[in-house]
């Protein structure tokens, strides 16, 4: 049989192009209603939350249903070029660039493409290009060598755990995905919890690496890429509790997260001492305030003010 198309076949695939490509491009409407739907919590009368809401009403998880705002907000803000991408897949190349550089981007991608044509493998290209040459300094995320930073290789002592233990399930796996020294490990083990260690340094880069079976993750995780571990937690849709710097609430990238997904954080009540890898447990608490940052574990308010030693035994 001949790889060329009749002139029948080639009508019918145009009109079936043509159906895919419009169904393809109402993902801004769907963007848009989701962002409403969110925003003003119009699910509220029959759901308790938005991600309740994706999943029963209309099967979509919530990473899904942000994905699609995400792509709304991607098309709004390429509006002053004329052409929007013609579906979510392309927008999402674009999505992690601040909004001008978006707008570059997919200008560049338009430019460029082969036979006019754009796709999201072609968005990708160029935005890997035009971000050649800025790069950031180089920090451990997949595929990266790891090089630590200032608090990346601290660890935490047991006491930290104290106000975070009487919100997690006995029967829980525990991940500690940035195990270190294994100081947590051994405190959750000896409080009776299963706890998978893994860490870069036995090669288990945690944006690479996950374990088969785990409940909820419980780490003091590399500071130098906290942006990218509280994403990554957040995308598997699944409890943590991560000991982050207090100041990590003012940051606008982690609070789109937080404001997104939800957060609960239990503050301690003084500064803990870390152990560094020049200095052993030696010298005063940390220069900075922690905070256990976690979501899913139904604590039931957004702050909780631990008293460390009085709870610590
Ligand atoms: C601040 S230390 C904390 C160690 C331990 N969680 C604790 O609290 O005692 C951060 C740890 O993250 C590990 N790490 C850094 N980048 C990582 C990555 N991409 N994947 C997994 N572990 C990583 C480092 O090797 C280091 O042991």
Redesign the pocket.
Request: glycine residues 4%.
């Given at each position: 049989m001949s790889s060329a198309l009749t002139i029948t076949e080639n009508q019918k695939l145009n009109a079936l192009e043509n159906t895919i490509a419009r169904g393809l491009k109402y993902y801004i409407e769907v963007g848009e209603a989701l962002l409403t739907i969110r925003e003003e919590r119009l699910y509220r009368a029959q759901f308790n939350t938005f991600e309740d809401y994706c999943l029963t009403r209309w099967n979509m998880s919530k990473t899904h249903a942000n994905r699609m705002i995400d792509a709304s907000e991607v098309a709004e803000n390429l509006t002053p070029i004329g052409v929007i991408p013609a579906n979510e897949a392309q927008t999402r190349e674009l999505a992690a660039l601040p909004a001008d550089e978006q707008r570059t981007a997919w200008q560049t991608a338009l430019d460029t493409a082969p036979d006019g044509k754009v796709t999201a493998a072609h968005v990708r290209e160029v935005v890997e290009t035009l971000s050649q040459g800025k790069q950031k300094p180089k920090?451990?995320?997949?595929g990266?060598k790891?090089i630590?930073q200032g608090?990346?290789?601290?660890?935490?002592?047991p006491e930290?755990l104290t106000p975070l233990l009487p919100h997690l399930y006995t029967d829980w796996q525990i991940w500690?995905?940035?195990?270190?020294?294994?100081?947590?490990?051994e405190e959750l083990n000896a409080r009776g919890f299963q706890v998978i260690a893994?860490?870069?340094?036995t090669d288990?880069?945690?944006?690479?690496?996950v374990p088969s079976q785990w409940d909820c993750i419980v780490?003091?995780?590399?500071?130098?890429?906290k942006y990218?571990?509280i994403a990554q937690c957040y995308a598997f849709g699944k409890p943590f509790a991560l000991?982050l710097p207090v100041e990590t609430l003012g940051a606008k990238t982690a609070q789109e997260f937080f404001r997104d997904c939800g957060l609960e954080v239990i503050f301690l009540d003084r500064r803990i001492n870390?152990?560094m890898p020049n200095k052993g447990w030696e010298g005063s608490a940390a220069q900075f305030p922690v905070a256990w940052f976690t979501y899913g574990l139904n604590i039931g308010q957004q702050m909780t003010f631990a008293r460390l030693d009085e709870e610590h035994h």
């Open positions: 920090t451990n995320r997949a990266d790891y630590p608090f990346d290789a601290c660890q935490t002592p930290a500690e995905c940035a195990s270190g020294e294994g100081l947590l490990v893994s860490d870069i340094l288990q880069n945690f944006f690479e690496y780490t003091n995780p590399p500071y130098s890429i990218d571990w000991l870390f152990k």
